[in-house]
């Protein structure tokens, strides 16, 4: 049991959890049950409050402001994941915010992983729906989304191979649309990428089928990644997206990373985005 402000993993809390793309993570005002008594099976149950939420790139992110995730209501999360079966990971969960948004409706979300690793390989599916009375009111319907991936090691390299498609349910103008994370701008989308953290994963994968080639690999005393996406956007056109990072630990206790985006986008302006961070542990 922990109760206050805390990380949430994305493994076990999908839909409300840390992202570690910025220089701190988001935290939660939260009060977490976690079980293990059932063999090679996880039970968890949390209730999250409020947070201090990642912002796109146009708002920034106040990471002092912690605010309420839903009024008093909070949202509510149950996961359950078993491993049974040696190699395989079966994830899902269930969340729910009791008048959320309009005051008047629930917002009910419903999401499963599964996913093998049998070491030099690894396959995973994804899927689920997010639905809302306000959702059927406005004529569009529940948002439902799949994503499946595929990686493997080819010598010093790990590539990786993902897909998603999202429908144009919800309510995108109100901010209800796509698949999205309540406590910042990723998804649990195999596909989120650096577009994602900067725009809203909510906006770039709303209406849309996104394509990731990504792959990394060990050199220069570091890690060299890089990837290549294309979505085909019904809200914001055809999305070109490159991204080149070098991570290394120069020396015990500090560790940099530097990140180069370059973004081609229909409707959004082309974009160049260098992110370096250091971290100094004490």
Do not use: C
């Not at 909510?202 to 890690?223: E, F, H, P, S, T």
Request: zero cysteines; aromatic letters at 10%.
């Amino acid at each position: 049991i922990k109760v206050g402000r805390q990380t949430l993993p994305k493994a076990l809390s999908p839909f409300a959890y840390s992202e570690n793309w910025n220089v701190f993570a988001n935290t939660f005002d939260a009060a977490l049950l976690v079980n293990t008594d059932i063999a090679n099976t996880t039970l968890v149950y949390a209730f999250v409050k409020g947070g201090n939420a990642n912002a796109m790139i146009l708002d920034a992110s106040d990471m002092s402001d912690f605010g309420d995730l839903n009024e008093d209501d909070g949202v509510h999360m149950l996961t359950v994941q078993n491993k049974s079966i040696t190699d395989l990971t079966l994830t899902g969960s269930y969340y729910y915010a009791a008048d959320f948004f309009d005051g008047a409706n629930s917002l009910n979300i419903l999401w499963g992983d599964a996913h093998y690793n049998a070491g030099s390989f690894n396959v995973g599916v994804q899927g689920g729906q997010i639905a809302h009375d306000l959702f059927d009111t406005a004529g569009n319907g529940d948002i439902n989304s799949f994503g499946a991936k595929i990686a493997a090691a080819l010598g010093p390299v790990n590539a990786e191979l993902a897909y998603s498609n999202t429908n144009d349910g919800g309510v995108i103008g109100a901010g209800l649309g796509g698949v999205l994370n309540l406590g910042g701008t990723t998804s649990a989308l195999y596909t989120s990428t650096m577009a994602d953290e900067l725009i809203g994963s909510n906006i770039m994968n709303y209406d849309a089928d996104k394509w990731v080639v990504r792959g990394n690999m060990d050199a220069l005393g570091g890690n060299i990644a890089a990837l290549y996406a294309m979505t085909d956007s019904g809200l914001v056109g055809d999305t070109t997206e490159i991204d080149v990072a070098y991570t290394t630990t120069v020396a015990d206790s500090l560790d940099l990373s530097a990140v180069y985006m370059y973004s081609d986008n229909d409707t959004i302006d082309t974009s160049d985005v260098v992110r370096v961070i250091a971290n100094y542990k004490f």
